[in-house]
């Protein structure tokens, strides 16, 4: 090769590898779209084309040479279809317009070339085989083999010169020419695809970088990292917001240099065992908050790792846990203590009882439970309000607490009642009781301190009254051999009705005797529900009389005939019938049962005119629906209602004068008649006594026994018969046993009785033999 072919060479192969250079320089890779990166790219290898076949040499004289074939091939390998397209369109035209005998052939040198380019381009892809060295020289020496073929077709007379001229270079240079110049080119694409995926790996990594920011920026909990130095790396604007600062202020600075203190901070120590040791931690602290506001942190610590497991530092996360901790102290407050005096309530009384149980056992010294209950609370609560009556209950509430150690329990069961449990400290009985009811008399002393409550009145200002309240209290000591708890808050239940029944304002300790007794009454409260449907109860009849008409009817009187304690007496069940609310059923057997009595005698001639009376009880009688119970039962019955007399009480009609008076007349409107029983032992006045609808008093068999023998009974006798006439009342005397009560009654101007002196209390049967034989009030006997 002469030097003027190196040269021309060498032209060749720098506008070859200006390829690449222009391709990087124009920036086509970076052309986004697709069709006009490849319509410029074509456009430029054809022009490089152009460029190369308008630098050729002489190879032999006459014969001009270029590397056309090494552009347009390796753009076919490269650049794919539409770029090699271009370039051959633009470099055959070119050629076929330079025209002359090697148009042909020269056209073909590139388009042959393309083509196998194209072919290798898509059978590298197909296969998957990188463009290595070998390959691209392979790849070359097929191209100039190729060319060399097409050589064959130059005419006749210079085909053979050309090939012996132009044969050696091409095959030995020319395919080390492609491959070196199809491994710039390779290099290049790698490059540009490395730049390309380092760019799209960037854009992700920006996409998952604000993803995760925006989502730890929009969670409410506090979100910190650092790295193993403590140092900060970052955090939430939650975080950002809790300590005051943004998050360039952070970054970079440990606790120990962003709080200033002189310490090191106990968490940051932590954290670095943390770090140390590569366990989660989580505790709860409170904190302050730049605006003053103290919050508490329910906090976890835990580490991050890169995937190589190097620890990279800690991520913590704090959540705001202030209002879910209140509210469950609230709830804990609602399940364990009165919402109105913040005093336990019976379930942590019962806790803490059980637990000074266990303490008395332990230490062999007694305890005490004292049950305190304000006397007439009920009365404060009905006619001032529900205000005052829990301002009362706040003081007491208040006092209580002051009367007792911190140790000791002091609870609200409900309404006024309190209960208070202290620890003696001794295992002496006597110091005990002793200590006990110093405690207990230090408590009644103090609630009995007048209470100042305001009573907010509609209109007008606030008042403040003095208010006096007293309290009932029953104690009731445990030691080791106790009964359970409830057993002993029972106890002193039981003093505290004891402290009531002896006057109220009062300390009692409980009585076995009076345990005895109430579980008696425990049980035969029991037995009664069984009675009715069991058919135990049965009514006795006790005659009435009057002087000149002889019989007048009958009481009706309760009897029960137990089952094995034979046959009980009234006064032993009729309270409990009415503590336990089943006097109302009892009531209305004995009226209906009566009233059906009533019926058979109004269809007895010698009887028809005969009443009944019936004892009716103050629970019965304050039942809302008693007026259409007794009219139901008249209507039922179909009795003349005007032979049905209603016994009742003077306390029961003083409980509610206005609301008896009205019931009362409701019913005597139908006829019923009413007497007043036990007259002489309640504080009836002579106003209520006018306005009652009664036809009768019952002077009390107390008045009556003793009516001869004490002239203070026999003055309380005459008044009652004279008030009786004053208020044109009926009047008939109960209890008379003897012929000289009677006598004195009569006297005195009673011509009604009812006593054993007449008959007493009898079955029917018993009462109707009785009725048959006797006559009553003899003519004979009726003096005066
Ligand atoms: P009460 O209504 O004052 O009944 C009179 C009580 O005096 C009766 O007692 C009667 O047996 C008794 N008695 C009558 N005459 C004499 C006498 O000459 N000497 C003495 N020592 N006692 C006499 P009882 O039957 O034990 O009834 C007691 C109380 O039980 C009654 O007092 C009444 O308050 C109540 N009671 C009786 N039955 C009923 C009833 O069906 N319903 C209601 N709610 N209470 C009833
Ligand atoms: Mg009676
Ligand atoms: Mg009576």
Redesign the pocket.
């Known amino acids: 090769m002469d030097s003027n072919s190196f040269t021309g060479l060498l032209n060749n192969a720098a506008i070859l590898l200006a390829l690449g250079v222009i391709y990087d320089a124009l920036g086509l890779h970076a052309v986004t779209n697709r069709t006009k990166r490849k319509l410029l790219s074509g456009l430029l290898v054809g022009t490089l084309g152009i460029a190369v076949m308008h630098t050729p040499w002489e190879m032999t004289p006459g014969v001009f040479f270029d590397t056309r074939w090494i552009l347009i091939s390796l753009c076919g390998l490269f650049f794919g279809f539409i770029p090699t397209l271009i370039a051959v369109a633009m470099t055959v035209s070119l050629r076929i317009y330079q025209g002359g005998a090697g148009a042909m052939v020269g056209s073909l040198v590139i388009i042959l070339p393309a083509l196998i380019g194209l072919a290798w381009r898509y059978g590298s892809k197909r296969f998957n085989q990188p463009l290595d060295w070998r390959r691209l020289y392979l790849f070359g020496f097929v191209i100039q083999l190729t060319v060399l073929a097409c050589l064959l077709l130059m005419p006749e007379s210079m085909r053979f010169n050309i090939i012996a001229a132009v044969g050696p270079p091409i095959i030995i240079i020319f395919p080390v020419g492609t491959m070196l110049l199809g491994l710039v080119l390779r290099r290049q694409r790698d490059r540009r695809k490395a730049e390309r995926e380092l760019k799209e790996n960037r854009y992700l990594l920006d996409r998952e970088r604000g993803l995760l920011r925006g989502l730890v920026d929009a969670l409410p909990d506090l979100i910190s990292f650092k790295d193993i130095q403590g140092r900060y790396l970052g955090c939430n604007q939650a975080f950002e917001h809790y300590i005051g600062r943004p998050e360039s202020y952070l970054v970079g600075k440990t606790d120990f240099e962003i709080t200033g203190a002189v310490n090191v901070n106990p968490t940051e120590l932590q954290d670095h065992e943390l770090a140390a040791t590569d366990k989660a931690r989580c505790y709860e602290e409170w904190v302050t908050y730049p605006d003053g506001r103290k919050v508490l942190h329910d906090t976890m610590k835990t580490t991050f790792h890169g995937e190589d497991g190097t620890t990279f530092g800690l991520v913590g996360v704090s959540r705001d846990i202030t209002e879910r901790k209140n509210a469950e102290e609230q709830i804990r407050n609602l399940a364990f203590y009165d919402p109105l005096t913040q005093l336990p309530n019976r379930r942590l009384l019962m806790d803490r009882l059980q637990m000074m149980i266990a303490t008395s056992i332990r230490n062999n010294c007694y305890g005490a439970v004292l049950f305190i209950d304000l006397d007439h609370f009920k009365v404060l609560n009905d006619t001032q309000g529900h205000d005052m009556g829990d301002q009362l209950l706040i003081a007491v509430a208040a006092r209580l607490r002051d009367c007792l150690r911190e140790e000791d329990t002091v609870a609200r069961l409900g309404g006024d009642e309190f209960v208070a449990v202290i620890g003696l400290l001794t295992s002496n009985q006597t110091n005990a009781i002793a200590t006990a009811e110093e405690v207990a008399e230090k408590i009644r002393h103090a609630l009995c301190e007048p209470y100042i409550l305001n009573s907010e009145l509609e209109s007008g200002p606030v008042q403040v009254k003095d208010y006096h309240s007293t309290p009932s209290i029953g104690i009731s000591l445990f030691r080791a051999d106790s009964n359970n708890k409830n057993e002993i808050l029972k106890q002193a239940d039981m003093a505290m009705y004891q402290s009531k029944a002896a006057g109220r304002n009062a300390i009692h300790f409980f009585d076995p005797v009076m345990q005895a007794a109430l579980e008696e009454s425990v049980a035969l409260q029991a037995d009664l529900r069984e009675a009715i449907v069991n058919q135990e109860l049965e009514?006795?009849y006790?005659v009435q009389v009057e002087e000149r008409h002889g019989i007048r009817g009958a009481?009706?009187?309760?009897r029960w005939h137990h089952p094995t304690r034979g046959l009980v007496?009234?006064?032993d069940f009729?309270p409990l019938a009415e503590d336990s609310g089943l006097?109302i059923p009892i009531?209305h057997w004995?009226l209906e049962t009566a009233c059906r009595q009533l019926k058979i005698w109004e269809n007895h001639r010698s009887k028809k005119h005969w009443h009944i009376s019936?004892?009716?009880?103050a629970r019965?009688f304050r039942q809302p629906n008693f007026v259409k119970e007794v009219n139901d039962i008249i209507v039922s019955t179909n009795i003349n209602p005007a032979l049905l007399k209603l016994?009742l009480t003077e306390s029961l009609i003083l409980d509610d004068v206005a609301g008896s008076i009205d019931k009362m007349r409701e019913l005597n409107e139908q006829g019923i008649c009413f007497s007043m029983?036990?007259f002489g032992t309640g504080h009836s006045s002579l106003s209520n006594l006018k306005r009652l609808p009664l036809e009768q008093l019952k002077i009390d068999?107390s008045f009556v026994?003793d009516i001869t023998t004490d002239p203070d009974d026999a003055a309380i006798v005459q008044v009652i018969i004279s008030l009786s006439r004053s208020l044109k009342l009926d009047v008939i005397a109960?209890?008379?046993?003897t012929e000289e009560q009677r006598q004195f009654l009569y006297d005195n101007g009673c011509r009604q009785y009812?006593?054993?002196?007449f008959g007493?209390?009898l079955s029917l049967e018993q009462f109707e033999e009785m009725v048959e034989s006797k006559i009553f009030l003899p003519e004979a006997s009726v003096s005066g």
């Open positions: 009514l006795y006790q009481e009706v009187l309760l007496p009234p006064m009729i006097i009531g004995v019936v004892n009716v009880s019965q016994e029983d036990d068999q026994r109960e209890g008379v046993e009812q006593g054993y002196l007493r209390p």
